[in-house]
C-alpha cells in the first residue's frame, strides 16, 4: 500500500501581466513580483492568494485585492528616501511593499495581535527598516513625526487632517474617505507651500479604521 506522508498545496503562478496592466512604475512592479503574497494570507487560502480580489486575514480584517494594492503603491510615488506612515497594518502585505520602496516605514494597527503576527512575519522576510505601533491611527505616528509619504488602508468618514499635519511640505497622502460599509472614495491629498491640494482618485470599499 502506498502512503502519502503530506502533500504541499501548489498555486498557481501569480498573474502578473494582469494583475499589474495599469501600472506602469517599474520600480512598484519590481517590488511586487519580490513580495510573496502567499505568505500573508491564512494557510486555508493560499491557493487563493493572487486572486484579484480581498480576503479575510483574521480578526475581521481583509487583505485588499493585489490590483488595488498595486494601484495605490504606484499612486503614492514612494521613493528610496522617504519616510512612510502606514495606517492599518493588516497582514502586512502593503507595509512589505512600502519597505521595498522607501528608507523606512511606520505603521499602525488598531489590533494587537494583528500588529504581533505582521511584525514577526516581516522579520521573519528580513525587513529591518519598519516600525509598530497599536492605534487607532486618527491621529497618526504618536511622536509627531513627520513623514514624505502617508498612506491610510483603513476608511476615515472625513479629511483625515491630523495625518495631514504631520505630512511634509512636497508629500502626499492617500487615503479613502466615506462612511463605514458604503462605497468610499479613495482621495490623493498634496502638501504645497499654499496648503493642501485634494483630488480623488477612485471609488473603493474599505473596512473603517475603527
Not at 493572487?50 to 486575514?57: E, G, K, N, S, V
Not at 494583528?114 to 509598530?132: D, P, T, V
Not at 488602508?153 to 512636497?170: E, H, I, N, S, V
Request: some cysteine.
Amino acid at each position: 500500500m502506498q502512503r502519502f506522508v503530506g502533500f504541499r498545496l501548489m498555486a498557481k503562478p501569480p498573474p502578473f501581466d494582469s494583475l499589474l496592466r495599469e501600472v506602469s512604475d517599474a520600480a512598484v512592479r519590481e517590488a511586487f513580483r519580490r513580495v510573496d503574497r502567499e505568505r500573508f494570507v491564512p494557510w486555508a487560502l493560499k491557493l487563493c492568494a493572487w486572486d484579484d480580489r480581498p480576503l479575510p486575514i483574521g480578526e475581521g480584517a481583509t487583505i485588499s485585492q493585489p490590483s488595488l494594492v498595486a494601484k495605490m503603491t504606484e499612486w503614492l510615488q514612494v521613493k528610496k528616501e522617504h519616510h512612510v506612515l502606514e495606517i492599518g497594518t493588516g497582514s502586512g502585505y502593503q507595509t512589505a511593499l512600502l519597505a521595498e520602496l522607501a528608507k523606512s516605514v511606520y505603521t499602525v494597527e488598531i489590533n494587537a495581535e494583528l500588529s504581533a503576527s505582521a511584525s514577526e512575519r516581516l522579520a521573519a522576510m528580513g525587513y529591518g527598516n519598519i516600525k509598530f505601533y497599536v492605534g487607532t491611527g486618527d491621529e497618526g505616528w504618536p511622536t509627531q513625526d513627520a513623514f514624505d509619504r502617508i498612506l491610510a488602508t483603513a476608511a476615515f468618514t472625513r479629511r483625515p487632517d491630523a495625518l495631514l499635519q504631520q505630512l511634509k511640505a512636497g508629500g502626499i497622502c492617500i487615503a479613502p474617505i466615506g462612511p463605514p460599509n458604503e462605497t468610499q472614495q479613495l482621495m490623493c491629498y498634496t502638501k504645497g507651500r499654499c496648503g493642501v491640494k485634494e483630488r480623488p482618485l477612485i471609488p473603493v470599499r474599505f473596512l473603517s479604521m475603527l
